[in-house]
Every structure is written in C-alpha cells, then in structure tokens.
C-alpha cells in the first residue's frame, strides 16, 4: 500500500492562542501519520517563532497556500481524541466570524483553563476508602480506645459502595486515622476514576406543585416542541413560577436521556437555585462558574463531555461546554447583561446559545420577568415563542408599587419620612426589609471643605470611592486603592467630608436607627469571600425581622420570603444615562428589585423615592408595569434607527497617549468610509465618557446599518485595515458586536 493512501493529509490547520486572525499551517511528518489518526479538534505542540505552543487542529488539508519548503513540521500529538467536538469547532468558527475575533483565541476560549495549558483531557483518578471484611464485622467498641479511628471506621462502615478522600475530609476524618486502620488490614484504599462516583447525597424527594392554567399552557408548549430547534420566551413575573415550567420540562427531557444546560447569570446562581435541582433530580448535576479552581472546572467540563452530567448549571463560558446529548438550554434571567464578555472575545453566551441549538435542532428557553428588548422584539414578530406569566405562583400577589416625591422634603440620611415609617411598622410587623442602593462604599466623593479638593483616581477621570470600613479610597473602575486620608494634599486643612451615600453608609445610619434589629448589606465587598453570600441568605432565612440593604446583587433571582417592604432609595439614578439602553436598564433593575417583595403569602410593597415623580418612565414602570414601558421603549428604538431595528458595531481604541486613539480611528474612517455600501452609517470617533481608564485614552466608532451582511462586510474592512494600522503603533484595538455598552 502506498503512503499517500495512508496519509489522505500532508497538513493540518492549527489555531494558535495569539491576536491573529488567521490559522496557522504545519507539516505532518509521515512518522506521526503512521502513528496518529489526526482530527480536527485534537491539540498539537507547534513551533512557533523561537518556542513551541499548544494548538489546536482546525482542518486537515493536502496543500497549504504558503511554499510547502517553508512550512514546519508539527513537533507531536497532545491527544488521542478531539477535545472540540466537530459541533463545537463549528460553533467557533461561526463566533469567531460573528465577532471578528481570532480564531485561536476564540477556539481556546472555548477550553477550560487546564486544558489550554496542556492537562490531558482525561478522569483523574481519586482514591477511595473501602472496608475489607474484617473492617465490615469489627464491632465499633473494640475502637473505643481510638476515637478517631472509631470515626473513621464508623463512616465507612457507613457507605458500602466506598467512601472518596474528599468526602473523607468533608466530614473531617483525620487521614492518619485511616491509614491506621488500613495497617490494621480494616480498611483498604482503591483508586477510582472520578466519574465512577458511587456517593450520591440522599435524594430529598418533593412533590412538586400543581400547576396554575398559564404554567399549565407554557409547559405543554414547550413538551410540544421539545424535539426540534425553537426559541421560546418565557415571560413572566417574578416568582410566578417560570423554574417550575422549566423543571418539568426538564424532568421530560432528562427521562429521554437528554443533558440539559441551564445558564445563570454571573452572580446569580445561588445556593437556593442548586438545592433546589438537587431537590427535584436524582441525576448528576455539575456547575461551571467563575468562583470554581481550575480543576474542578476541568473536572465538571469532563463529566459534562463523557454524557455522565444530565444537568449542566453554569455562567457564560458555559455556552461552550461539550454535551454529546444535549437536549435542551434554558437561560434564566436572560436579559442579564453578565452574559456579554465585556473585554477580549466579546461574545453574547445568549446569542450562540440560540446558534447552537439550531445547530443540534433542539430547543432554547429564555426566562425573564424582564425580557431584553431584543428578545421582546422578537417575540413580537413571531420568531421566538411568547409564552406569558402574568399571575404570582401559589398564593403570593405582584407587589404595589408607589411613588415617594422628595422635592422639599427633609431627608434622614437619604430616606423620606414616609420611608422611615414604613419600615418602622414592617420590622415591627416580624418581616423583612430590603433597601435597594446601587452604590457600594461609604460615599462616592471626598472633598475638602477648605479649597474644594476632590480625591480623584492617578489613572482615571474619576472620583474615588470612600471606604471607611476598609480605610480606603478605591477606584472602581481600574481597582486602584489608597489608604483614605485625613488631610488635605492641596491645602492641609483637615476639614474633608463626603458627599453622597453608599451600601456602607446606610448600613451605618440605620444601625444607629433600629438599634435591635438585624442589618446585613449584600455587594459586591460583603460578599467577596467564598461562601459569604451563603452565610448572609442563611441569615436572612434564620431571622424574621430584618433589614437587608443592598445593590444590584440583591436584584438577582433571590428568593427572601420574609421581605415585604422594598425601599428603592433613588429611583431617577438611572433616568438621565447617556446611553440609549439607560432607560431599559433602570426599568429591568426596578422591576427584578421590586419583585422581591411579597414573594410568598404576605403581600409587598415597594416605594420609590423620586425627585421625578411624573417623568413618564416612572409613571408608565409603576402604573403600567414592565412590558409596557417595553413596547414604547421599543416605538422610540426604531423611530430613532436603533438597535435591535439596527444592528450595531462599536470599535474602539485605546492608547497612553491623548491624541492617538482618536487619531487613528479618524484615518480609518476616512480611509474607508468611501468604500462602504450606502445604508451603513458611522458616527465618530468620539470620546468614552470615562475618556482616561486604567491610564488608557479611549475612543469610539460606531457603525450601524439595518441589514447584517453590509455591517459585516464594512466590520471586515475596518478590521484589516486596524490590523495593518497598528503592527507599529502600540494602540489597542477592539470589535464589539452587538455592543451593550456605547460610551
Ligand atoms: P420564578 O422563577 O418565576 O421567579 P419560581 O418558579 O421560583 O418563580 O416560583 C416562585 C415560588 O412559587 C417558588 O417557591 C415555587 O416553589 C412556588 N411555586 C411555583 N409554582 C407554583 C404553583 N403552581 N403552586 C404553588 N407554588 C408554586
Ligand atoms: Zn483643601
Ligand atoms: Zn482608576
């Protein structure tokens, strides 16, 4: 037989992690053709200008384009099977054309963290205790000496099928212990591959509830079309039961044999949302989110890869995770804008959620009491499903929300009087409230009293955030942080005050108010620590009076049945944005906050304090409620040309210095603009809001047109032309598609 019928290739295609958007060719030396069946999605260690680099294979080809003496053989394999599937590689190719982003970043995007450094994509091995026979009989007395190895005994003895070393050390079992017995010959130690699990928790069964008629409706819908690609919105209020809908379709699928990925939102999933899972599925679920280790990432991408894991939950990476039966991807709380990557490969986890199941012909549930406007807008012309909630689950009801005007009145630290009252009468009532501020801190300014200084950021156009808990002054947008100071720099009085109010400050103040009561503040510097978000919920649940105050964290899917008093502190912060998403936003923030009143059988209400009680934003959100305020949202969009009516490219630039950003982005345009097909529009450059961050002057354009290909094909001609632009300069260039973000 000749080599060339054993050797169909003479060279692979590989995308490397680098900011170029092409792949790279390498040679296949016949030893390795002899010895590997090579395959898209395998990885490959590449020479690479002076080093080597892992890479993955994107395609086996019989020529290159480049002069075949000067392409370089492959050094060797990485693995013996893919570790993108064909489904996978598809889906990045597509993204990688989508979002005009590298190729190999987008292809190693897609690979947990261990895997793009080289860990072999297989099981780790764990050992497991197990008694041997002896073991098994001893009665425990005859330990009484050792207590710890009576414990340990007494465990295993406990869990026939093996006990791990991890749930070993969960239960606090002290490993010399162990390893006594084993010398004893009672207990024996056996390596087991970490899927051959074998200790599933106890299965707290719940019968689930009976379905109210629109729950009824949904889930019947979407049983009805759960075979094939469709997009259906679920819409519904908060807590009326739009999870129920979801798990029992679920529970359907998984019956089938079907993996179902949930996606959550950056901080939303909470310990609540897990339990309850495990509660309703005896299957095994694994969880995929940023706070995890890299191996216990790798460990869960494997388990959902090998089709162990029927339920996936996780963050926006997890769009990418393999699923070989995947049957279903549900995106809660989808107008989340955590499932946008805001920096490097800009993607939309929703949007190539949508792509992919199309791909494997299944279908895509999105969930919000809140629907984005793009998914409203396509529910209404008809291309998702509108599947609508409109009454609270069980006996709780949609809280009243009323209007406070403060114009004129006298304020104690931020709150109205009425405010003050209300609370009063709900602690002193046994329930629970909660006092919505979306500003973490003490205060948001320092200032000197004496010549009008203003602690500002070295690196940014910002005032730093007082911290007082901390002692610290900390830039939030490049995370800067000084020690807070008590002297002027400037003049050297001493007389520095803050202005404004912070979670920080509030808890402060109304400590020294309700002086017996619980206060527990929920951002983003309370919760920093791992399983702080645990301990506070437990203690919302553990008392009846209580007052929780916190920022948008607390918006998110939480479920605190002893709330019944939201108090939005400032309902006109977002009123007034630059940004023509500011309004819905502000609408989506309000609406997820105020649905946390009332969620069980006592009812809610929600005050919000305003300067602008008859804008009409306020108005319509409070008396017309959320899809309203959408739908004439939607009418001002598309008067005004913009997206989702438009698409939408932003490009920006950034560099240290003042002038260049702005520079360059100016030469493009008129370099191309000429070029560009009549209905695409460009406004720009012009300046970030926020001009200097992180000591990076930043500039915009933004291309818009109504049609998608012309926008892609004006995308792609600006993208050459950058990259040609800057090989000499050091100015950072990126392309955001869809962009959420304008400024
Ligand atoms: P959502 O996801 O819309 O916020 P959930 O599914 O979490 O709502 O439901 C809110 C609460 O109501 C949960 O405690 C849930 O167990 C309960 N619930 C849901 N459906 C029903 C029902 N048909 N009857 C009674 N209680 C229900
Ligand atoms: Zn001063
Ligand atoms: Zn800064």
Known sequence: MSEALLTPYSFIKVALPVPMRTLFDYKVPKAIALRHELKPGMRVKVPFGKSSRLGVIVALSETSDWDPEQVKPLTSMHDQSPVITEELMALCEWAARYYHHPIGDVIFHALPVLLRKGESAEFRTENWWL?????????????????????????????????????????????????????????????????????????????????????????????????????????????????????????????????????????????QTLKRFEIRFNTDIVLMHSSMSDR??????????????????????????????????????????????????????????????????????????????????????????????????????????ERV???????????????????????????QVLVFLNRRGYAPTLMCHQCGWIAACDHCDVNLTVHKRANKLHCHHCDTQKALIHTCPECESEELFTVGEGT????????????????????????????AMAKLTQKIHEHDQAILIGTQMLAKGHHFPNVTLV?????????????????????????????????????????????????????????????????????????????????QVIIRAESGNEQEAMQLLSAMRNDIEPYFAK?????????????RKAGQH?????????????????????????????????IRFAIDVDPLETY
């Open 296 to 401: 216990e990432r790798l460990d869960a991408w494997l388990l959902a890869a090998s089709g162990h894991a029927k339920i996936i939950i996780g963050t926006r990476s997890a769009a990418f995770i393999p699923a070989p039966n995947l049957g279903m991807i549900v995106i809660d709380e989808e107008h989340d804008t955590s499932y946008k990557q805001h920096e490097g490969f800009r993607y939309h986890a929703r949007d190539l959620a949508v792509k992919r199941a199309q791909a494997l012909n299944i279908p895509v549930l999105l969930a919000s009491a809140t629907p984005s406007y793009e998914s409203l807008t396509n529910a209404l012309q008809k291309r998702f499903a509108w599947l609508k909630l409109r009454q609270r689950a069980g006996n709780a009801h949609i809280p009243e929300m």
């Open 567 to 647: 108090i939005i502190m400032d309902a006109d912060a977002g009123l007034f944005s630059s940004d023509f998403r500011g309004m819905e936003r502000t609408a989506q923030l309000i609406t997820q906050v105020a649905g946390r009143a009332g969620r069980a059988k006592k009812p809610g209400h929600v005050l919000l304090q305003t300067y602008h009680p008859d804008h009409a934003a306020i108005e319509c959100l409070c008396n017309l409620g959320y899809e309203h305020f959408a739908i004439d949202g939607l009418a001002e969009r598309k008067s005004l040309s913009l997206p989702p009516f438009y698409h």
């Open 131 to 271: 008694t041997t026979p002896e073991g098994q009989s001893l009665p425990l007395e005859q330990l009484s000496r050792a207590p710890r190895q009576q414990d340990f005994l007494k465990a295993v003895q406990q869990h026939p099928n093996g006990l791990s070393q991890h749930a070993a050390s969960v239960l606090d079992l002290a490993p010399a212990a162990g390893k006594s017995l084993e010398e004893k010959g009672l207990l024996r130690r056996e390596p087991r591959s970490f899927n051959k699990g074998g200790e599933k928790h106890a299965h707290q069964t719940q019968v689930p509830p009976t379905l109210n008629p629109e729950q009824m409706r949904a889930t019947e819908h979407l049983l009805d079309y759960r075979h094939q690609f469709n997009v259906a919105l679920l819409d519904g209020v908060t807590g009326s039961g739009k999870t129920e809908v979801f798990l029992r379709v679920m529970e359907r699928l998984i019956e089938e044999g079907k993996q179902i990925l949930v996606m959550v939102p950056e901080i939303g999933l909470t310990p």
């Open 698 to 730: 930043r500039a915009l354009i933004s291309i818009k047109a109504a049609q998608r290909a012309p926008l892609h094909q004006a995308t792609q001609m600006m993208t050459e032309w950058l990259e040609q632009s800057t090989k000499q300069h050091r």
């Open 405 to 431: 005007d403060l114009r004129g009145k006298t304020l104690i630290h931020g709150f109205s009087e009425h405010a003050l009252a209300s609370m009063k009468l709900c602690l002193e009532r046994k329930e």
């Open 679 to 691: 209905d695409v529009y460009l406004v720009g450059p012009y300046a970030a809001i926020i001009v």
């Open 504 to 531: 920080e400050q509030i808890e402060t103040q109304l400590s020294t108010l309700f002086k017996e009561v619980p206060i527990l503040r929920i951002d983003r510097d309370s919760t920093q620590r791992k399983s």
